[in-house]
């Protein structure tokens, strides 16, 4: 059974910076490509980063520059940094799981999900 478990999100004034991990377990990671999704009121889920089996990364042009997503195979782990947050990252962050080499696929697991709140 895939469980994976975000953690790293908080409050943090306009400007400043969080990192974002995703742990995941009951899987095969390092077969896995994962992304990073967020969802902000009233608003569609959006993918934000992905990073697939052979490393190569994606993000959404609102946040390219600013965040990096990268994975530890030996931990199962993997991270987004975040940058230069403003008021319009304010999310929930989730983590999920998926496949592909060259691009993400995404699958049906997600995390809990972590609050990332910037404030002006």
């Known amino acids: 059974q895939v469980q994976l478990v975000e953690s790293g999100g908080g409050l943090v004034q306009a400007g400043g910076s969080l990192r974002l991990s995703c742990a995941a377990s009951?899987?095969?990671?390092?077969?896995?490509?994962m992304g990073w999704y967020r969802q902000a009121p009233g608003k569609q889920r959006e993918l934000v980063a992905s990073i697939t089996v052979g490393g190569i990364t994606n993000y959404v042009d609102s946040v390219k520059g600013r965040f990096t997503i990268s994975r530890d195979n030996a931990k199962n782990t993997v991270s987004l940094r975040m940058n230069s947050l403003n008021t319009e990252d304010t999310a929930v962050y989730y983590c999920n799981l998926g496949s592909g080499i060259r691009a993400f696929n995404p699958w049906d697991y997600w995390g809990q999900g972590t609050q990332v709140t910037v404030s002006s």
């Open positions: 009951g899987s095969i990671f390092s077969g896995n490509a």
